[in-house]
């Protein structure tokens, strides 16, 4: 929180910032593996009963050679429930 009150450009009370962070979550996974989006899911299906309703962003850190299975692994795994909920997929751009 400190951090994010030093950087933020604006005005950011305890309980704001409490309610925002309940709803990240990091989540390690093998993306080789069905097993791991199969326990991915679960976990999204854990975290909608705490009010996230279906609206996902996933942020990528990995290397580009990797983009498109993931993609692909996040398509097939049955994630997206309904079409009225919003899904995003954040590329971090590597260096080096």
Known sequence: ??????????NLD????????RMI?????DFN???DYE???NELNDRDQDGILDNYM???AVSPDYFTEIV?????SR??????NWQRLIIEKPFG
């Open 79 to 84: 994630i997206r429930k309904k079409k009225s």
């Open 14 to 21: 305890d309980e704001s910032f409490e309610t925002f962070s």
């Open 58 to 60: 996933f942020y990528l």
């Open 39 to 41: 326990r991915l899911l």
């Open 33 to 35: 593996s069905e097993k």
């Open 25 to 29: 979550t990091y989540f390690r996974l």
């Open 72 to 76: 692909e692994n996040l398509k097939t």
């Open 1 to 10: 929180m400190a951090s994010t009150k030093r950087f933020s450009t604006r």
